[in-house]
């Protein structure tokens, strides 16, 4: 049994209470320790050195990784550490944001289906596979779609707004350049597609009424918002109540370049920020993934959102 003396040492640190109330749920490495918790490594493998000296976790391999948990030999049902992590998980701030980052890391950790499509991604594009193309994919998946009204919103010259029209019973494409708009216009002209409606107008004021579309789409434009909560904010206010959002954004990253060579206010987002953006605009069933990395520097990531507008 853990030293009384031992234990109330070492959880008088906020931090290691994080740790054990995080490990009290889930065996957790330090790489998902450090994902969750934004600290690094050797700061983390301390804590961790600690609280096993004291006996309050231990550590399992799991091939080249270690799992640790809290202690098997500690006490369970009103022990000392017990009564400790009740008031703590009350007391800490960042408990709730912990436990919420730590179900995005097992979901990611359980997630077989992203491996597979990340096994996937690495193949296509480096080897020709007759018949096999992800504009291929992209058809079949839009045939899978039910008929929607659906707002792209910095729509650009809108090659995904005629992709969606192919389903959509309508595609309302917002975008702020005027040119951009002309151009989409041009192209749906070109193409016979009828039920696209390009409208110039920011994301951050959308001319589209309340409760109008039943989906938003953001592809690659929320980082060119000056106030992306405010953009998502107007994207809850044109949803219909249970309507959805998906969001195809980058992954923050540190190429400053990207200010002047593609415009982009900002360095792209964490999934904690977006999942914490969407909840504020009354979203709901957010999940957040990244979906795909590219090989060349910067070696950018992309990062997909989904929610729901509350009903």
Sequence with gaps: MPSIVKMLKVVADPNRLRI??????EELSVAELQEILGMGQ?????????????ELVEDRRIGKSN???????????????DNILDKAEA???????????????????QDKTRAFFDGVAGRLGKGYVPGKSW???????LRLMPPLVVADLGAGEGASALLLAQRAKKVIAVD???????????????HGVKNVDYRLGDMEEIPIGDGEVELVFFSQSLHHALHPERALAEAARILVPGGRIIILDLVRH???EARELYADEWLGFSEVELESMLQNAGFVNVEAAIVDKEPDSPQFQTLLVVGEKMK
């Design 20 to 25: 054990l109330l995080l490990l009290k749920a």
């Design 42 to 54: 050797s700061t983390i493998s301390t804590h961790l050195s600690q609280l096993k000296q004291a």
């Design 67 to 81: 799992l640790y948990r809290v202690s098997s030999s500690a006490p369970a049902g009103g022990s000392p550490l």
């Design 91 to 109: 007391e800490i701030a960042e408990a709730g944001a912990d436990q919420a980052a730590m179900r995005r890391v097992l979901r990611k950790r």
């Design 135 to 141: 504009k291929s994919l992209a058809e079949v998946l």
């Design 176 to 190: 702020s350049s005027a040119r951009m708009i002309e151009v989409g216009r041009e192209q749906a002209l070109r």
């Design 254 to 256: 540190r190429f400053e």
